[in-house]
């Protein structure tokens, strides 16, 4: 049974704490390995080693920064297929998702490949006379970031790649559910020549993530996770002084207008809300249907989920794989199967999907809810797994009233062919990033990720220019110097003096 240690320093740093947790093939329920949790004086040395590192990186030329990145985006090239291996044993998902979620990744690491542009200052000359002044961006220094098991190398790479190009020194506390991805992405980050101790990764609980939100030498923390974590890690680390990025959860819906392409509404429900199991904060949980066309559109979305063939990750013909762990395919199932009694209609129940040989998966069924209240427990709570909720309403002022009613402003989406309706719901929806028959609308790696209200606390989205500010902090500089003709002694520069 294989251990997965920490990176420290550029190397595998084997655990002391003595404290484990298991790692576990979703497919098969079987614990395949175990992963070190990291203790406060662990956290310590890997904070130590990026301070080390700092020293000599946050003062490193851009050419030398990105020569590297330029090298590790070619490595992460070459094993996209081991990276996207790693995914699919421990986390569950097909290699499909696995692949893309990679592909999502190095967007981003090509965002800081080009960080040059990124970084280049301001300069206002003469604004007094003989006075120049110049805005200038440096780093920060040692930053941290904690990640979710629902991306265990997409939203790494969302986040270090960046930080490092900006000069910054970076300690990664992934998910303790699938943590191999993160060590692989460190390696081939120091294969790629990013010096030891740039880059960083402990493993753990919650001591591991409480150790870094209190650390004195960490300038800044980025999160991905569930509503209440995030309002835990941005209370706390603001409280000590920190930057924060944390971002929450989400219950995004899918907002279906009468002229809308029922086919294509069809397909992308069942594609944004059972893709990749529903374990994503960018999957589509709510489809609200304006007017008559409702039956039809759950009639075809419908005939679309009875046809997701489930299996294994590693199996090419599966179109969905399991849960995360056996705990969660137990909470999610609760949801559905309360979900009658609260006065929904279980049009699908997935609950007692099985998978030939596989019984001891964490397995569950495409479940779909029609006619769902707003306040059942289904409709409020994120789920995170394959459960769609259809709510019916009778105007578009009504469906986006629904819409800005929930806590979260994740994201959303509006299906039609009217133009000016898309426009009006653009504008008027409360949610940080909006499709327009486009259901997951998840921005390119040059536009930043984020959302409103309880899904982020904090004033940074992830990526893009936001992402670039966040990992950096301005400086204004006003300078005067005096004309060589000025000086009446010293070195003789050729200029003719006032006299």
Sequence with gaps: MKTVDHWIGGRTV?????????????????????????????????????????????????????????????????????????????????????????????????????????????????????????????????????????????????????????????????????????????????????????????????????????????????????????????????ANGKRVQALGGAKNHMLVLPDADLDAAADAAVSAAYGSAGERCMAVSAVVVVGSVADELVRRIRERAEKIKIGPGDDPTSEMGPLITRAHRDKVASYITGAAAQGAEVVLDGTGHTVEGFEDGHWIGLSLLDHVPTDSDAYRDEIFGPVLCVLRVDTYEEGVALVNASPYGNGTAIFTRDGGAARRFQLEVEAGMVGVNVPIPVPVGYHSFGGWKDSLFGDHHVYGNDGVHFYTRGKVVTTRWPDPSDTPTGIDLGFPHNR
């Design 14 to 238: 084997e655990g002391t704490s003595g404290d484990h947790g298991p790692v576990t093939d979703p497919a098969t329920g079987q614990v395949t390995g175990r992963v070190a949790f990291a203790s406060a004086e662990e956290v310590d040395t890997a904070v130590a080693a990026a301070k080390a590192a700092y020293r000599a990186w946050g003062t490193s030329s851009l050419s030398t920064r990105t020569a590297v990145l330029f090298r590790y985006r070619a490595l992460l090239d070459a094993h996209r297929d081991d990276i996207a291996a790693l995914i699919t044993a421990e986390h569950g998902k097909v290699r499909s998702d696995a692949l893309g979620e990679v592909a999502r990744g190095l967007e981003i690491v090509e965002l800081a490949c080009g960080i040059t542009t990124q970084l280049k200052g301001e300069l206002s000359t003469q604004v007094s006379h003989r006075v120049d002044v110049a805005s200038i961006r440096q780093p920060l220094g040692v930053v941290a970031g904690i990640t979710p098991f629902n991306f265990p190398a997409m939203v790494p790479m969302w986040m270090f790649p960046l930080a490092v190009a900006c000069g910054n020194t970076f300690v990664l506390k992934p998910s303790e559910k699938d943590p191999s991805p993160a060590n692989l992405l460190a390696e081939l980050a120091a294969g790629a020549g990013l010096p030891d101790g740039v880059l960083n990764v402990v493993h753990g609980d919650r001591v591991a993530v409480d150790s870094l939100l209190g650390h004195p030498d960490v300038a800044a923390v980025s999160f991905v996770g569930s509503t209440p974590i995030a309002r835990h890690v941005h209370a706390t680390a603001s």
